[in-house]
């Protein structure tokens, strides 16, 4: 079992990119980091779930078996995310 508390989540997002994006290249794009820093986190992320999670096929990356039993449980969890802090963002203490 992992530990979440020594789980660097900013990995889930980086992980997301890829799976949308099928390359390390575009996912740094998207994410506006670099390629290595999003292939270090590849390395990581590789070394957390203890698989390859990405394999190379032509010029893409193709996710594994574990990659995409992941995929979804990761997306609800960012989306998840995302929702609590834009509640937060928008609270207004005068009409609480």
């Known amino acids: 079992m992992r530990q979440l508390a020594r789980f660097d989540l900013n990995l889930l997002r ?3 990119a890829i799976f ?3 390359g390390v290249s575009a996912a740094a794009r998207h994410l506006n980091l670099s ?3 999003i292939s270090h986190a590849l390395t990581r992320l590789r070394t957390q779930f203890d698989d390859p999670l990405f394999v190379r ?7 594994t078996p574990a990659a995409r039993a992941i ?3 990761v997306r609800e969890a960012l989306r998840g995310l995302d929702a609590a802090l ?3 963002a928008s609270f207004d203490p005068a009409e609480a």
């Not at 096929?57 to 996710?63: I, S, T």
């Open 35 to 37: 390629q290595p820093a």
């Open 14 to 16: 980086i992980f997301d």
């Open 71 to 73: 995929a979804g449980p």
């Open 57 to 63: 096929q032509g010029n893409g990356l193709v996710p």
């Open 20 to 22: 949308v994006k099928g």
């Open 86 to 88: 834009d509640a937060a």
